[in-house]
């Protein structure tokens, strides 16, 4: 049998790993306790839902170009200018609806 190269030498550093130790490996749910695995499964499931939740309603990205005078104003009133700007815009559709 092949006696193997140890992975930590005298002082302590772990070598470079080769193709020959990672076709070695095993996957975790063989090697694990099953809570332990079953643990980090849900760990894993619980970060993917992590941060801003999906919108229901998403809004399409589009370039747009429009006077310095109307960004400024916008900008000027702080964090969360595009979301007012599109408010402001909503407004005005609904109060400028053209029958068809």
């Known amino acids: 049998m092949n006696a193997r190269k140890p992975l930590i030498d005298d002082d302590g550093e772990v070598r470079e790993l080769t193709a020959e130790d990672m076709a070695l490996f095993k996957p975790a749910a ?3 306790p099953p809570a332990l695995y ?3 499964l849900e760990m894993n499931r619980q970060a993917k839902l992590r941060g801003r939740p999906k919108a229901a309603v998403t809004k399409e990205r589009v370039t747009l170009r429009l006077s310095p005078e109307v960004v400024r104003a916008f900008r000027a ?3 969360g200018w595009q979301g007012r700007m599109d408010a402001a815009l909503c407004e005005w559709v609904k109060t400028h609806q053209q029958s068809t």
């Open 77 to 79: 009133t702080g964090k």
């Open 38 to 40: 079953a643990g980090l």
């Open 30 to 32: 063989e090697v694990l």
